[in-house]
């Protein structure tokens, strides 16, 4: 099982530019999550997905939008990218195990924006 | 939403044990606590979740005292390996949280193991 994968790794963009992360894993979960981690502020959750079909807001959604393609795949979109948006971006998955559950996370996606 | 508080960074040496205290006053009912290891460059890691008293596994211990308002990770015996940043996580992740299933992360601890 390759777990969460991320693509692309790196990426620079300039003002106003758009493109998709996308997400896909391979453990059969129902959960998943796109977060961005910047310097000094930790993990801050952006949307997530309960189940395929579903997307709900997290904390810091201003400026993305996200597709639950089907229950691997969950991208996530910049429309007009800004340079507030340069970060690290982590997609995660998660299933349920009994009454808790915990998340595995991809390796990460760099984004620069100039 | 629950919010935590954790030191910023920690010191220590190979083979003591360190504890890593997270704050977490406004806890709801059906919160868990779950801490994550992170490496540079690398996603975060599952290393232990609990509701209540103590849980254990092969990697760490967790204690939460009776109110729920902090808890403390102990790792054993500390070796240069598990320099990283350490998130204590607080939410709802109970399978039928559905959409308020939405988790607040701590600022983390960066944990330095010297030889």
């Known amino acids: 099982n390759a777990g969460v994968t991320q693509t692309p790794k790196f990426q620079v963009l300039k003002t106003g530019q758009s493109m998709t992360l996308q997400c896909a894993q391979d453990m059969n979960h129902n959960s998943m999550y796109w977060y961005r981690q910047d310097p000094g502020m930790g993990l801050r959750l952006i949307y997530y997905?309960?189940?395929?079909?579903?997307?709900d807001k997290g904390e810091v959604p201003n400026g993305y939008n996200v597709s639950r393609l089907n229950k691997r795949e969950f991208s996530l979109r910049l429309e007009s990218a800004a340079p507030s948006q340069t970060s690290v971006y982590f997609c995660?998955?998660?299933?349920?195990?009994?009454?808790?559950?915990?998340?595995?996370f991809g390796p990460g996606t760099r984004l620069l924006v100039l | 939403l629950a919010k935590t508080t954790q030191p910023i960074s920690m010191d220590s040496y190979e083979g003591q044990e360190v504890n890593i205290t997270c704050s977490h006053n406004n806890i709801a009912t059906n919160d868990y606590i779950t801490w994550y290891q992170q490496f540079p460059s690398q996603g975060p890691r599952f290393i232990i979740q609990?509701?209540?008293?103590?849980v254990t596994n092969e990697v760490a211990s967790l204690f939460i005292p009776a109110d729920r308002k902090s808890s403390t990770l102990s790792l054993p015996r500390v070796s240069l390996s598990d320099t990283a940043v350490y998130y204590c996580l607080v939410g709802d992740v109970r399978y039928n949280a559905g959409n308020n299933r939405k988790l607040i992360w701590g600022l983390g601890t960066s944990l330095a193991v010297n030889p």
């Open positions: 609990g509701y209540k008293t103590k």
């Open positions: 995660a998955s998660s299933e349920p195990r009994g009454p808790q559950e915990t998340q595995y």
């Open positions: 997905s309960a189940s395929e079909g579903t997307t």
